[in-house]
Every structure is written in structure tokens, then in C-alpha cells.
């Protein structure tokens, strides 16, 4: 009985845009699906054929499998209201998104858990120069936030040495060329990953190049196993990836 009250002098806002929102995050005009539409392939959640079952592996993944476990991601980001989240929080400066999406990230991570509670969230770092240029780095935002809501701990161990192109950039000749060599670990990195689970997160998958290579200097340095946890989920041939306005 007092809920109905409580709406109608304080009616939930859609986080993105301000207009009512029946579920304390989202508006009608802006949801954020529960998870992507399946079927998915069961390790880098690309999106299958609908004529195959949900969880076989893609094409890429049978060819040759990534150094990733698993990757888990909470929506497709062809959806537009998907992507109206995404670049908002990459582009339009909206780093206040980062908490909302970090904390479903966060409640996802505790259904993919299987009995582990002492996982570590590691954020794919951005370029300093982008970071300057951007004010803040959207993934660890996002790491911090689901560390919070999933109550695990979260190191940003990784750091990148060069700025690359978009992946999802016209003219990139190999997206896997394009990050190659572009991660190393930071000091005291080993000490924090060693017989870890460690989950890399990021705002969107494309290819998987980038979280691909993330992944491999965590397993030199000695990560059990490694996921990836990110809030959408590209087609590696997306030209809108990333780069479309706000």
C-alpha cells in the first residue's frame, strides 16, 4: 500500500535520460535487456546462427580458441538503447552511468561465480593520453562498481603502452596486429594475479583482440583462469562500434 505513495512523490528516473523509469534504472525508451538474445556462442558470446543451439562455439572461437575462458556481457550492442548507454558513458561524458551498469555487471558476476567468492576484477586500461582526453577511464569506473555490488576485490594490474586504433576503425588490416604487444603488467602485478581467478572487464567487446591480449599477459603472469566481463557485445565487423555520436 505504500509503495503506490512512495511512486507518486518520488517516481523513479531513468538513469540515462532523466524520464520515468518503472524499474528504478531504465525508461521504456532505454532498456537494458536482462542478457543478450540468444543463441550465443559459449565462449566469446558472439552471436550464433539462429539454426544453432545457444552456448556452441562460433566459427572463430572453433578455429581457435581465445585465452579466456569465458566471456560473459549483459546486452548486444546493436540494440540502440544499448548503445545510447554505451556511448553516453564512453563519449558523452556521462562517467555518473558507470555505477548503475558496474553494479549489474556486478549481479551477473555472482550468477557466473560457480561457488568462487575470491575473484579479481581487472579493468582494460585506457591510454593515458585518452584518459586525459576522455577525464576518466570507463572501464575501471565500471570494475569499481561491480567490485562493490559482487563484493570482490579489483586491481587495475594492466597498462597500456601505446595508443591503437579503434577496433572497430575502418582500415584496421588485423584488429589481433592492431593490440598486439600493446598490455604489460604493472609492478607488483604477479603477486596480485598468481592462482587467481581473474575477470578482465571492458564497456564493449568487439573482436576480442583487445581483451585477448589482456588476457595472455595475465596467464604469464600466472592468473588460474581468466574471464571477461563486459556490458555489451559487438559483431567484430560492426563499423558503428564505438565510433557513432552520442
Request: proline letters at 7%; a positive charge; glycine letters at 8%.
Amino acid at each position: 500500500m505504500v509503495e503506490p505513495f512512495l511512486d507518486a512523490l518520488h517516481p523513479a528516473r531513468c538513469r540515462l535520460c532523466g524520464g520515468y523509469a518503472g524499474n528504478d534504472l531504465a525508461c521504456s525508451e532505454h532498456p537494458l535487456p536482462p542478457e543478450p538474445a540468444p543463441p550465443r556462442c559459449g565462449r566469446c558470446a558472439a552471436g550464433l546462427a539462429p539454426v544453432l543451439p545457444d552456448g556452441a562455439k562460433c566459427v572463430s572461437c572453433r578455429r581457435r580458441s581465445p585465452p579466456f575462458h569465458r566471456a560473459v556481457v549483459l546486452a548486444d550492442y546493436r540494440d540502440e538503447s544499448v548503445r545510447a548507454w554505451v556511448l553516453a558513458l564512453r563519449h558523452g561524458g556521462r562517467v555518473d552511468l558507470a555505477e548503475p551498469l558496474g553494479a549489474l555487471l556486478g549481479e551477473r558476476l555472482d550468477l557466473e561465480q560457480d561457488g568462487q567468492v575470491d575473484e579479481l576484477l581487472v579493468p582494460v586500461p585506457l591510454h593515458r593520453w585518452r584518459r586525459i582526453e576522455r577525464g576518466y577511464d570507463q572501464a575501471e569506473r565500471l570494475a569499481r562498481a561491480a567490485a562493490r555490488a559482487a563484493h570482490r576485490s579489483v586491481a587495475p594490474v594492466l597498462s597500456r603502452l601505446r595508443s591503437t586504433a579503434p577496433q572497430g576503425s575502418a582500415g584496421t588490416a588485423s584488429r589481433a596486429a592492431n593490440v598486439r604487444g600493446a598490455f604489460a603488467a604493472r609492478r607488483g602485478a604477479r603477486e596480485r594475479v598468481l592462482e587467481r581467478d581473474v575477470w578482465l572487464v571492458d564497456d564493449v567487446v568487439t573482436s576480442c583482440a583487445t581483451v585477448s591480449e589482456c588476457a595472455r599477459v595475465l596467464r604469464r603472469l600466472g592468473a588460474r583462469r581468466v574471464g571477461v566481463l563486459a556490458v555489451a557485445r559487438a559483431g567484430a565487423d560492426d563499423g558503428r562500434v564505438l565510433r557513432s555520436p552520442v
